[in-house]
Structures are given as structure tokens and as C-alpha cells.
Nanobody, 122 residues
């Protein structure tokens, strides 16, 4: 499975941005798809995740109410809609796929994209 994240960029605080993650290869509809981020000097942290089949999603407290994970199964693509962006959202954002039930823990994800940079200026 190959994951390609895109859509990052430089925005101002309060702006919105939508990231995309296109999956290719031996994809499976049962994969849980997650988004993580890593800021300079910090550990990678969970952002949100969504089940391909159930459509259920869950988020980190820091982004709940501002970020939304969605998916388009026909396009094998997952999205991360980010609204009301803050400077502390600045990070490299990664998408990941889990063959298992998925979780907030990065080690439970099997495939990773290359990351896309999001920078939020104040």
C-alpha cells in the first residue's frame, strides 16, 4: 500500500486547509485511516482517524471541533479538513493506514505517507 499526502502549505491563523491522502496498491476497504502530525522537536502525535467501512471517526482533543476526517472510497482518498487553524497546528502531517482496528497510537499503523508541511503564521 502506498500513501501520498498532499495539500499542505503556508496559511494564516484562522484560515482553513484541506489535506488529501491518496491510497494505491493493495488497498483494503477494512483499513482504518489516520492522520498524525509532528512538530519540530516534538514527538509524532495523533490527530484523527476514520474507518473506511463504518464512517466513524475520532479526534485528538486539541483538534476536536476544528478538524474533520472524511473519506471517498471510490477514489481511495482520505481528507483532513482543518478549520480555524492556529500557529500550534504547525507541523508535518502524515496519513497512515492500519490493517487492524486502528487507534491513537502510531505503532498500530502499518503504512505511512511521506508527510506534508502545514505552517500557520500568527
Amino acid at each position: 500500500v502506498q500513501l501520498q499526502a498532499s495539500g499542505g502549505g503556508l496559511v494564516q491563523a484562522g484560515d482553513s486547509l484541506r489535506l488529501s491522502c491518496a491510497a494505491s496498491g493493495r488497498t483494503r476497504s477494512s483499513y482504518v485511516m489516520g492522520w498524525f502530525r509532528q512538530a519540530p522537536g516534538k514527538e509524532r502525535e495523533f490527530v484523527g482517524a476514520i474507518s473506511w467501512t463504518g464512517g466513524s471517526s475520532y479526534y485528538a482533543d486539541s483538534v476536536k471541533g476544528r478538524f474533520t476526517v472524511s473519506r471517498d472510497n471510490a477514489k481511495n482518498t482520505v481528507y483532513l479538513q482543518m478549520n480555524s487553524l492556529k500557529p500550534e497546528d504547525t507541523a508535518v502531517y502524515y496519513c497512515a493506514a492500519s490493517k487492524g482496528p486502528g487507534s491513537r497510537r502510531s505503532y498500530q499503523y502499518d503504512y505511512w505517507g511521506q508527510g506534508t508541511q502545514v505552517t500557520v503564521s500568527s
